[in-house]
């Protein structure tokens, strides 16, 4: 298994998280929100509590869905930036 990713989380796992005293937090933390740009990362944790508030599974699997794309996006600005930074010091 490779160190550097964490096995992805589940909604059953969500469930079993949102009964936990800080919930929001060890949530967050498994969703890697710190790997999102920082209007995502507000906006993500704003889900994480109504999901904890809620409990509904519906919405555990958007946050999922919603987290995860987040992620993917950060990392693609974060690659393109990069990229265009290594070209720009090239010329």
Sequence with gaps: MNPEKSPEITVQALLALRKEDDAVRLITERLRVKEMGPADHIRTKHEV???????????????????????????????????????????
């Design 49 to 91: 509590k109504a999901f904890v508030e809620s409990g509904d599974t519906s919405i555990a699997e958007t946050l999922l869905k919603h987290s995860q794309e987040r992620r993917a996006q950060s990392l693609s600005m974060t690659t393109r930036v990069a990229h265009s930074h290594r070209q720009g010091l090239g010329q």
